[in-house]
């Protein structure tokens, strides 16, 4: 999506240890209007999959997934890092490791949102080595809910998480596919070139 890969060009910064820093438009200050768009190429990509609801993480993939839902007209779900005290048992957990910031977090769905009717599209902002993607696959699966695609915000394709998505053969959308971060420079991939190697 060449609108959000500009966006990440202009206001993308690169940090130590292959970390892309995106927290002026999507992961602390979040910019409407690109959410929007994001939500509105996730929800036309995925219009016939029959979706009934999406399902996130939180925090930064809550924006472009209630755009998403807004569209679709579906209702969105968010995995809790937390547990508040009105969130206590029936519940669906586990354990996901974030590698930005370096820990683990129990994410967890309450059963009262999530069942066997479900068919669900994941969306989150950033696949790295899928862990988040992998611990709402677990989710679903503990739910009984089938997943229709994942929708990625921004993919290191140089990292493991595409190929994990790839091998349980459900649908994947990347709007950004970030073929290298080397000298402090977003490189991405070239789509084109991928097409016709196909």
Not at 43 to 72: C, H, M, Q, R
Not at 118 to 143: E, T
Not at 151 to 177: D, H, M, N, W
Request: proline share 2%; net charge negative; glycine share 8%.
């Amino acid at each position: 999506m060449k609108l959000l890969e500009d966006v990440i060009r202009e206001k993308g910064t690169i940090l130590e240890g292959g970390v892309l820093k995106v927290d002026s438009f999507l992961n602390h200050q979040i910019d409407p209007e690109l959410m929007k768009a994001l939500g509105d190429e996730f929800a036309d990509a995925f219009a016939d999959y029959g979706i009934n609801k999406i399902l996130t993480v939180e925090t930064s993939g809550i924006a472009p997934a209630v755009f998403a839902g807004l569209k679709l007209g579906v209702p969105v779900v968010f995995g809790r890092k937390n547990k508040s005290l009105t969130l206590q048992d029936n519940m669906y957990t586990t354990s996901v490791y974030s590698y930005t910031k370096q820990t683990s977090n129990e994410i967890s769905i309450s059963k009262d949102f999530l069942n066997s009717d479900d068919r669900v599209l994941i969306i989150d902002d950033f696949l790295a080595n899928g862990q988040a993607v992998a611990g709402l696959f677990s989710i679903c699966k503990s739910a009984g809910a089938s997943i229709a695609g994942v929708g990625i915000v921004i993919e290191k394709s140089f990292q493991k998480g595409r190929r994990f998505v790839e091998e349980s053969g459900i649908p994947i959308l990347s709007l950004a596919r970030v073929a290298s971060l080397d000298d402090r420079t977003v490189t991405f991939v070239d789509e084109t070139k991928e097409d016709a190697n196909e």
